[in-house]
């Protein structure tokens, strides 16, 4: 295998077939590519874009360098869903228990925040006692048992894409739609569900900011997952701008549980029942029989107790389903930005993102610790009205230092105008 004429190629704007994509992946797996090559590699992709039938054979390649979940001896609809990734964008919280309320079944394998978007995994570890590491025994009986688990994918799922996603995350390389549509389906099939549902985000605080990009990349993983014999829908959603009010962990998990507890409207609440009733749809449902579904799992507080099962089952305090407050970690100390006056005309997600990270809220590095309790409450929506005596964001932080430093940043990610402008659409395709 002639690596540097396969990345001379790619340079070139050129194709690599299935089989030497297949042989290259396989070769950076067994230390015969070094990280400098795949770099390199994944550059060239990037600038020079990768075709169809070269995006098919990466999820290939990255699915056969481990194992894969069987669950087939479950009883119910196996269903998987996965963001592409954003700020406050805490939609698995919600949509989880909804569907195991509904009778699918969701083994979902998560991952952990890194730069400016968050992780599930870290939100739940929020809530005390809960335990991510479930064995494949553990994760089966649960998902069999109350429909539902959310763990951490082991090192032997797609062994490829994390060290391939860690390589891409330092290169500038994360922003092809080649390479993420591989990353997400390769976990995706590896998981064994028959259901996938994709959320790809698009907008200021997603990798793809234009919704163009985004809706190819939703078309791509689509193709790949029915190439696959899997039922595969997407959803591509705006990330121009916060999805619910919270950023960081405890506060995320709040959110998500004053949507199951009916306490919250709102965009959080608008986009888990439009999941929860894309995935109903897949997996049969007739479209209006699937939005009222959703809607009564909700109201109906059977979302909420498939909530306090999961947090029950992984070891949790299962008492925050029902006293959040009580039970949640808060931080110390509160600030509130206030502007004087206008019209919110834009934000910068990924500065936001990063500006929650930077209280703690995520990594700056991989293995950082993080402060569950931190983060950022932003009120307000793109084309609404500062109100005057309303905060627009609140900063919760460890100490007032960590908190000035964020309020003097503030005004870079949140711009404000005069002239009315109009609300962003929350959904803006929906795709297969
Ligand atoms: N999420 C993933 O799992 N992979 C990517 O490449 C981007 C977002």
């Given amino acids: 295998l002639e690596i540097p004429v396969l990345i001379g190629r790619k340079r070139d704007g050129g194709e690599l077939s299935h089989d030497e994509l297949l042989a290259f992946v396989a070769a950076y797996v067994a230390g015969e590519v070094d990280d400098a090559q795949m770099a390199a590699f994944l550059m060239a992709g990037v600038i020079r874009g990768f075709s169809r039938q070269e995006a098919v054979a990466l999820t290939e390649a990255l699915l056969a360098s481990g194992e894969r979940i069987d669950l087939r001896g479950l009883r119910g609809p196996t269903v998987d869903k996965h963001s592409t990734g954003g700020v406050g964008d805490t939609t698995t919280l919600v949509v989880g228990p909804l569907l195991a309320a509904a009778g699918c079944q969701l083994a979902k394998l998560s991952g952990r925040g890194l730069g400016h978007t968050g992780g599930t995994l870290d939100k739940l570890e929020a809530i005390p006692g809960f335990e ?113 009010d919270a950023i960081g962990n405890a506060l995320e998990v709040g959110a998500a549980l004053a949507v199951l507890r009916g306490e919250s409207t709102g965009r959080l609440r608008e986009l888990s029942l439009a999941l929860t009733a894309a995935m109903l749809e897949l997996t049969g449902e007739a479209p209006a029989a699937a939005a009222d579904r959703a809607a009564h799992l909700l109201d109906s507080g059977a979302g909420l107790d498939a909530f306090r099962d999961l947090v029950q089952a992984q070891g949790g305090d299962a008492r925050v389903a029902d006293a959040p407050d009580e039970v949640l970690p808060a931080a110390p100390v509160v600030r509130e930005w206030r502007p004087e006056a206008g019209v919110i005309t834009r934000f910068d997600g990924r500065r936001l993102g990063e500006l929650a990270a930077s209280l703690g809220a995520g990594r700056q590095r991989q293995g950082d610790t993080l402060d569950l309790a931190v983060g950022l409450v932003v009120h307000g929506r793109v084309g609404d009205e500062v109100v005057a005596d309303e905060p627009t964001v609140r900063v919760h932080a460890r100490t007032e230092a960590d908190a000035e430093h964020v309020l003097r940043q503030l005004p870079e990610a949140i711009a404000l105008g005069e002239e009315p402008v109009a609300a962003v659409p929350l959904v803006h395709a929906r795709v297969g």
């Fill in 132 to 244: 991510v590491d479930l064995d494949p025994h553990r994760l089966h009986d649960q998902v069999e048992r109350i429909g539902l688990a959310v763990a951490a994918a082991s090192q032997d799922l797609v062994p490829a894409d994390k060290r391939l996603y860690a390589l891409r995350d330092v290169t500038g390389t994360v922003a092809s739609p080649a390479l993420i549509a591989s990353s997400v389906m390769s976990k995706k099939l590896a998981g064994g569900a028959e259901h996938v549902l994709l959320d790809v985000k698009a907008g200021s605080g997603a990798f793809l900011e234009q919704v163009d990009a985004a809706r190819g990349l939703a078309e791509l993983c689509v193709e790949i997952g029915r190439a696959s014999d899997r039922h595969t829908a997407a959803l591509v959603t705006d990330m121009s701008q916060p999805l619910g």
